[in-house]
């Protein structure tokens, strides 16, 4: 049987969208079937490509020159839930990447619990979308999207505890501060299917920036060091543009993420701004 940093790698060396996502839940049942019956998957070592494959299209542009999404008309919201798509699509690979890229690093097993969970569930929400996207007449793929999705990870490529601090806790906790405006814009479009898919990603991305906080408090632990300090220098070196508010305290502190880890780095924008000039 193929080692869990094996399966990751098929996965991360996948194009098409709907195949990846196949795969990552065939391989997160076998994980999960292994976990119960006694007999787990050994981790082993594989080495995960710098960059995911990804379908010919969507075309990836940089972030200034994709187009803004005005999500008062259906074309908007259409743009809007293919941006979401991508980011879904990207949140597959960077899970299934940390497992593979970090594997000589010893962690518990609860750890790879987790992360195949949180790829598992990710791959679940692309398909969510895309179903969505294919209803109201388009697909993933149909529109410009992001290039930049990646360059956290290749950013954190050789830093385990900068990869945690930076994809869990600040991009995936972002998406906690912005899911609730998009579920009012498809409740007032009366899109229900697209509210319920984002309700279920909502609830399910918590747990996703829970694990990585908890496996962040973790190696803070393991090393002797204070989480909130290394959490502020790992963002100021990895993170372009600083945590920007408004803040959804609520779901960030249900995830693990007290207000004194991201507040700091808010206050520092307008101090940069105003030494730079602008």
């Known amino acids: 049987m193929k080692s869990l940093s094996q399966m990751a790698v098929d996965v991360l060396t996948t194009a098409d969208g709907r195949e990846k996502t196949a795969l990552s839940r065939d391989y997160a049942k076998a994980w999960f079937a292994a976990r119960e019956a006694g007999d787990a998957i050994s981790i ?14 969507p075309e990836l542009l940089s972030p200034r020159d994709v187009p803004r999404r005005r999500p008062g008309s ?3 919201q259409i743009a809007l839930l293919h941006a979401v798509a991508h980011i879904e699509l990207n949140a597959v ?5 940390i497992i593979a890229r970090f594997a000589e690093v010893e962690m518990p097993i609860g750890y790879f619990d987790d ?7 990710e791959s679940k929400h692309f398909n969510l979308v895309s179903d969505c996207l294919e209803d109201l007449g388009s697909f993933y793929g149909a529109l410009p999207a992001h290039a930049g999705m990646w360059r956290a990870a290749e ?5 385990f505890m900068g990869r945690l601090a930076v994809v869990p806790m600040v991009l995936e906790a972002r998406g906690l501060d912005v899911t609730p405006g998009m579920i009012d814009v498809f409740k007032r479009a009366k899109l229900d299917k697209v509210v319920e898919a984002l309700e279920i990603i909502y609830a399910e991305e918590v747990g996703h920036v829970a694990y990585g906080s908890k496996w962040f408090h973790f190696l803070c632990g393991r090393h002797n060091l204070d989480p909130k300090e290394v959490f502020h220098e790992l963002v100021r070196k990895y993170f372009r543009g600083g945590t920007k508010p408004p803040f959804n305290e609520e779901k960030r502190a249900e995830a693990g993420l007290p207000p004194d880890f991201y507040w700091p780095l808010a206050d520092e924008i307008p101090a940069k701004r105003v030494s730079d000039g602008k």
């Open 44 to 57: 082993g070592s594989a080495k995960p490509p710098m960059q995911p494959a990804r379908p010919e299209k």
């Open 74 to 76: 259906i074309h908007g």
């Open 93 to 97: 690979d960077l899970h299934w990447d």
């Open 115 to 121: 992360w195949v969970k949180a790829a598992d569930e």
């Open 155 to 159: 950013d954190t490529a050789e830093d």
